[in-house]
Nanobody, 123 residues
Framework: QVQLVESGGGLVQAGGSLRLSCAAS????????MAWFRQAPGKEREFVAA?????YYADSVKGRFTISRDNAKNTVYLQMNSLKPEDTAVYYC???????????????????WGQGTQVTVSS
């Protein structure tokens, strides 16, 4: 069982930056594929970024967001720069027991989810 706890959300002006963190329990963190998803009000949860052997990004955040991980700290990060009002959402961390270069964007691929952290970008 893996528990995920997100932190780092908040209110920021457009053009600003935030760094989200996701702390994971468990001794096999390095073997998990990790990802960030987000869900805006009235919308479905959507893929943002993933990290396994490589990194993957949604087109809407490519060039602005960076996903990284520190296996020694059991933590995955999402650095978000040049934030836009449309980035406003609850951001969720997710973990998969498998690495995949083809399924990383699918919600069903992930076995564990955090509780989410709110990111609000004002215009």
């Amino acid at each position: 069982q893996v528990q995920l706890v997100e932190s780092g959300g908040g209110l920021v002006q457009a053009g600003g930056s935030l760094r989200l963190s996701c702390a994971a329990s468990g001794r096999t963190f390095g073997s998990y594929g990790m990802a960030w998803f987000r869900q805006a009000p009235g919308k479905e949860r959507e893929f943002v970024a993933a990290i396994s052997w490589s990194t993957y990004y949604a087109d809407s955040v490519k060039g602005r967001f960076t996903i990284s991980r520190d296996n020694a700290k059991n933590t995955v990060y999402l650095q978000m720069n040049s934030l836009k009002p449309e980035d406003t959402a609850v951001y969720y961390c997710a973990a998969s027991r498998l690495y995949s270069s083809t399924s990383y964007y699918k919600r069903d691929y992930y076995d564990y989810w955090g509780q989410g952290t709110q990111v609000t970008v004002s215009s």
